[in-house]
């Protein structure tokens, strides 16, 4: 198949990528700076090309407290590339399936993660704008399919990890960037600050087994949201400031 690929060079996009050449398909990567750009004609030089798929997993995040500092900034640079992508499938390449990703911190805090409750309720307040751009390009997902009848895929990925994960500071999260922050404390005699009340979870899902995942569902899944993840949940072991 010819598939395209935004944000492939990110941490999941460069191991579809590398997984979906390995089964033989011809594949088109398009770099964070490309795919992430607000220009509405930064996709043009690719439409000519017929695509059967195209994976849009670019996004203007990170991790950390990245969502508490820029949620205008958030808001209008996501939308922007959001609606440049579907605006661009349906204009250019309405035969090709799209598979985007979305995010479970669109779930409202306390409710049951499952599909059906992915628009219901209000997203936590630290991750409210980037999580309702993804809600927003669900909803564009859902109007496509059902104005033009154009085939979706929405996957909502658990926290992925795995070989390739980014370690730099800013990037990373949960133990990764516990990880980080203890041995650069340890290296410079310093004492690392570290955030939680000691209960936080999250549910983890291996790299190579997410990418299997939504490349089998790609196929045979359509116009549907569907979570991905390991089916429970690992400790945080991170302690309250003020016991530092």
């Known amino acids: 198949m010819e598939i395209l690929v935004t944000g492939a060079t990110g941490f999941l996009g460069t191991a579809l990528s590398a997984h979906l050449e390995s089964l033989g398909h011809r594949i088109v990567r398009l770099a964070r700076a490309t795919a992430t750009s607000p220009r509405g004609d930064s996709l043009e030089r690719y439409g000519d090309r017929p695509y059967d798929q195209i994976y849009h997993l670019a996004a203007w995040t990170q991790a950390g407290d990245f969502c508490l500092h820029h949620p205008g900034e958030q808001w209008l640079i996501n939308q922007q590339i959001n609606t440049n992508m579907l605006l661009w499938w349906q204009r250019r390449?309405?035969?090709?399936k799209l598979i985007a990703m979305g995010t479970s911190c669109a779930y409202a805090p306390g409710q049951e993660l499952?599909?059906?409750?992915?628009?219901?309720g209000q997203p936590i307040d630290s991750l409210f704008t980037?999580?309702?751009?993804?809600?927003?390009l669900y909803a564009g997902l859902l109007a496509l399919a059902k104005q033009y009848q154009m085939r979706y895929l929405c996957l909502v990925p658990s926290t992925l990890y795995g070989p390739g994960y980014h370690t730099d500071a800013g990037r990373c999260?949960?133990?990764?960037?516990?990880i980080r922050k203890i041995l650069l404390a340890r290296n410079s005699r310093t004492?690392?600050?570290?955030?939680?009340?000691?209960?936080q979870r999250?549910?983890?899902?291996?790299i190579d087994d997410f990418v299997q995942a939504a490349v089998q569902l790609a196929d045979s899944a359509s116009n549907q949201l569907i979570n991905i993840g390991a089916g429970e949940e690992v400790f945080d072991?991170?302690?309250r400031a003020d016991h530092l």
């Open 237 to 239: 072991p991170r302690v």
């Open 114 to 120: 499952i599909e059906e409750n992915y628009l219901e």
């Open 191 to 199: 004492m690392a600050v570290l955030w939680g009340d000691g209960h």
């Open 130 to 136: 980037y999580a309702m751009t993804k809600r927003m």
């Open 93 to 96: 390449q309405p035969q090709a």
């Open 173 to 178: 999260h949960f133990i990764f960037d516990l």
């Open 202 to 206: 999250r549910e983890l899902v291996y």
